[in-house]
């Protein structure tokens, strides 16, 4: 086997990192209008929700660390959902 020798990357731009994001995923069963409280974040930056079932896309708004499922029709759908915070 061959010793290789591999040059570091150029670094075109480096950032202080100041803040850790996590990352939370839960599933959840839900319908239009219910909320969904992440506790383990105390405000949550992106979050992505899909149909379990069709894989579909859900629409919701955040304030803090709820969000709320503001997709029309949907009764008793099982969730995916990503939370970062």
Not at 2 to 31: G, N
Not at 56 to 75: H, K, M, Q, S
Request: no cysteine; net charge negative.
């Amino acid at each position: 086997m061959a010793d290789r020798t591999y040059k570091s990357p150029k670094i075109l731009k480096q950032r202080t990192l100041t803040e850790l994001k996590k990352t939370v995923l839960v599933e959840a069963t839900v319908s239009t209008g219910d909320t969904i409280t992440i506790d383990e974040l105390t405000t949550i930056t992106n979050v992505a929700l899909f149909n379990a079932t069709t894989g579909a896309v859900v629409t919701a708004t955040t304030v803090d660390n709820v969000i709320t499922i503001t997709e029309a029709a949907l009764t008793d759908e099982k969730l995916s959902v990503t939370a970062i915070g």
